[in-house]
Nanobody
Framework: QVQLQESGPGLVKPSQTLSLTCTVS??????????WTWIRQPPGKGLEWMGA???????YYNPSLESRTSISKDTAKNQFTLQLNSVTPEDTAVYYC??????????????WGQGTQVTVSS
């Protein structure tokens, strides 16, 4: 059973950096065709894909967030991390980590963390 768990501060001040970690169990983050993903949902809005780090180490970002976003991984700890710089109150959201599987022309997210609320406020 694959499990993902987000961790990090629930409150971040404007202009600071939001950092979240996703700890993965039941699967290796280096396994083929796995894409370790960050997705968020602002209050009253839909899901927004933020970016992913592939099993190869290659990273993909939402163009609207790319200038502020960095995703990295720690294979020894089987974790991957999101950093979002220069946050504003508009970055307030529930943040999810998820596993994406991409193979044979298909791509989908099969396992998700429970989500963590992050509020940007002074």
């Amino acid at each position: 059973q694959v499990q993902l768990q987000e961790s990090g501060p629930g409150l971040v001040k404007p202009s600071q950096t939001l950092s979240l970690t996703c700890t993965v169990s039941g699967a290796s983050i280096t396994a083929n065709y796995n894409y370790w993903t960050w997705i968020r949902q602002p209050p009253g809005k839909g899901l927004e894909w933020m970016g992913a780090i592939a099993y190869t180490g290659y990273t993909y970002y939402n163009p609207s967030l790319e200038s502020r976003t960095s995703i990295s991984k720690d294979t020894a700890k089987n974790q991957f991390t999101l950093q979002l710089n220069s946050v504003t109150p508009e970055d307030t959201a529930v943040y999810y980590c998820a596993r994406g599987l991409g193979r044979g022309g298909s791509y989908y997210h099969d396992y998700w963390g429970q989500g963590t609320q992050v509020t940007v406020s002074s």
